[in-house]
T-cell receptor, first 119, second 114 residues
């Protein structure tokens, strides 16, 4: 089946620095990718929708200048957490949709996640 | 407001036993419902996806059911194994909306003990 990869799988950074997380669809093209964050024992919360070749669409309450998203190709989206602070420590997960020809018929594949710890 | 409620919140069973997880939703207009398994510290992995016309779908020891009239779904796990210990998430999508805006349940944490 389709696979979505993320890199790195975990990262520790100092407060004030920036961290880039990559999300790749390995065997399919994804015009749209999604970025989520997940706090312990909570469900995934959509942060933004990454559209290839255009600006990302951010959910309410998500700072677009802090969480920079770039979707430069059909297989790669990146999330950069700028000027990271301890409260940004979380599990970040990307996903991509593999369209199967019908609006109701698609599969959404998730990456393995990136654990970010800001000290 | 679109909502997905899962029950129970957590469940402990003995290895080899069966269990059933529940998902009730109010998402409208309904497009599809998916069950995911999420191991601790990992991304969710798809188990089943069902559209309006489907009322049951199996994936090995996992069987999902859907009642679109009552807006309920269940995930039945047979002959549980220790590796089934994980969080099981029900995700419901509405038609004509951003796929990423699917409504996520809070998940059921399943622990299988030897």
């Amino acid at each position: 089946g389709a696979v979505v990869s993320q890199h790195p799988s975990w990262v520790i950074c100092k407060s004030g620095t920036s961290v880039k997380i990559e999300c790749r669809s390995l065997d399919f093209q994804a015009t749209t990718m999604f970025w989520y964050r997940q706090f312990p024992k909570q469900s995934l919360m959509l942060m933004a929708t990454s559209n290839e070749g255009s600006k990302a669409t951010y959910e309410q309450g998500v700072e677009k200048d802090k969480f920079l998203i770039n979707h430069a190709s059909l297989t790669l989206s990146t999330l950069t957490v700028t000027s990271a602070h301890p409260e940004d420590s979380s599990f970040y997960i990307c996903s991509a949709r593999d369209f199967m020809g019908h609006e109701s018929s698609y599969e959404q594949y998730f990456g393995p996640g990136t654990r970010l710890t800001v000290t | 407001k679109n909502q997905v409620e899962q029950s129970p919140q957590s469940l402990i069973i003995l290895e080899g036993k069966n269990c059933t997880l529940q998902c009730n939703y109010t998402v409208s207009p309904f497009s599809n419902l998916r069950w995911y398994k999420q191991d601790t510290g990992r991304g969710p992995v798809s188990l089943t996806i069902m559209t309006f016309s489907e009322n049951t779908k199996s994936n090995g020891r996992y069987t999902a059911t859907l009642d679109a009239d009552t807006k309920q779904s269940s995930l039945h796990i047979t002959a549980s194994q220790l590796s089934d210990s994980a969080s099981y998430i029900c995700v419901v999508s509405a038609m004509n909306t951003n796929a990423g805006k699917s409504t996520f349940g809070d998940g059921t944490t399943l622990t299988v003990k030897p």
